[in-house]
């Protein structure tokens, strides 16, 4: 039985004041270990106040991005190793907005996925395709690409990092993936993982599903086989849709 859970990407949003907001409101209405994982990614400068805010509760702490190297002449970058050391255990990395934006690669992806795991940090490594890639039957393909290149020669348990699918056209639009678009790149996602890291491996890692989850949808995604929880953006932003979305899942 894999564990869901409940992942907020907080993306370029909330000072230091209104991330303690949000844990106040947040841990009140948390109903204790026994629920879904609960994961909680802020911005890179609200870390250690986050982790510091979340002590004593069930809920983890992410960050959003980390660079591949742990030290050295990489001016705006921030290490897996400094991301420990701000108290958080997880680190979201290839989020299709850091592609697009950031141009990040497959290879890029994967040196900085080594070096999380390295360092003891849970990545959630994102992938998905675009509306055109989708519209062009690449569907496949494309997960195929960023699953071979992205992992290729990684060594971790299921339990070490987790998988987010997030087609990039249901991301910040509203227009979410049905249950069953869902549950079919899920399960393409699990098979092409079991033939690259086994059974154990691939009955066990959780996928995460990601693009306009919001609490009234999450139950239907939530029901399907091979989703094992979200990722969600904009409604993890507000304690009490988070808790919604943690309380359908
Ligand atoms: P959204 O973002 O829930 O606002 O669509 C999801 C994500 O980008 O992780």
Redesign the pocket.
């Known amino acids: 039985m894999r564990r869901k859970v409940a992942a907020g990407?907080w993306?370029l949003h909330k000072t230091i004041a209104e991330t303690k907001d949000f844990f106040d409101i947040l841990k009140p209405l948390l109903r204790g270990e026994s629920g879904p994982e609960i994961i909680v990614a802020p911005v890179s400068l609200a870390l250690w106040t986050a982790s510091q805010c979340a002590a004593g509760s069930s809920i983890r702490i992410a960050a959003q991005n980390c660079f591949y190297e742990n030290r050295g002449a990489f001016t705006g970058e921030i290490s897996p190793g400094q991301i420990r050391d701000a108290g958080a255990t997880h680190v979201i990395i290839g989020?299709?907005?850091r592609r697009a934006i950031f141009l990040e690669t497959d290879d890029t992806i994967r040196k900085k996925t080594k070096l999380a795991l390295a360092e003891k940090l849970v990545p959630i490594v994102?992938i998905g395709e675009t509306l055109q890639e989708r519209e062009a039957g690449l569907l496949r393909k494309i997960l195929e690409r960023q699953l071979t290149y992205g992992l290729e020669g990684i060594n971790a348990g299921a339990a070490d990092m987790m998988l987010?699918y997030?087609p990039v056209w249901?991301?910040?639009?509203g227009k979410t993936a049905t249950p069953q678009d869902a549950q079919e790149a899920h399960d393409f996602i699990r098979g092409t993982i079991r033939r690259m890291l086994g059974n154990e491996f691939a009955d066990s890692v959780r996928i995460l599903y990601?693009?306009?989850?919001k609490p009234d949808n999450t139950a239907s995604l939530s029901a399907m086989q091979d989703v094992d929880g979200v990722?969600?953006?904009?409604?993890?932003l507000d304690a009490n849709s988070f808790i919604e979305i943690i309380n359908n899942l």
């Open positions: 990407n993306k989020h299709s907005e994102c987010a997030e249901a991301i910040g639009t990601g693009g306009s989850v990722l969600v953006g904009g409604a993890s």
